[in-house]
């Protein structure tokens, strides 16, 4: 069984900053994609962030709205994946959701095997 647990999620200003936080758990997990999904109220998920492995390292992947303000890194000991919220603005209050995949990634939702619960991100303008 797979647990995914998000952190770091909150109230902030736009043009603030939020770095969220997503823990892998129980099973022994290396090298698999992880990333970040998020959902506004009355909108389909939307792909936000995801991070694959390369024979050198890791290759990073933007949704097109965040590219430029939002990092996504990953610390494979844990494993943890980040995502770094830069300038964000009131259209990115949503709910965001961790994912894993044991398969191949994409910036559909069907692609991601394991979810987390989610945490709440608000942006006031």
């Known amino acids: 069984q797979v647990q995914l647990a998000e952190s770091g999620g909150g109230l902030v200003q736009a043009g603030g900053s939020l770095r969220l936080s997503c823990a892998a758990s129980g099973r022994t997990f290396s090298r698999y994609p992880m990333g970040w999904f998020r959902q506004a109220p009355g909108k389909e998920r939307e792909f936000v962030a995801a991070v694959t492995w390369t024979w050198t390292g890791t290759r990073p992947l933007y949704g097109d709205s965040v590219n430029g303000r939002f990092t996504i890194s990953i610390d494979n000991a844990k494993p943890t994946v980040y995502l770094q919220m830069n300038s964000l603005k009131a259209e990115d209050t949503a709910v965001y959701y961790c994912?894993?995949?044991?398969?191949?990634?994409?910036?559909?939702?069907?692609?991601?095997?394991?979810w987390g619960q989610g945490t709440r991100v608000t942006v006031s303008s």
């Open positions: 994912v894993l995949t044991v398969a191949s990634p994409g910036r559909d939702p069907g692609s991601w095997d394991h």
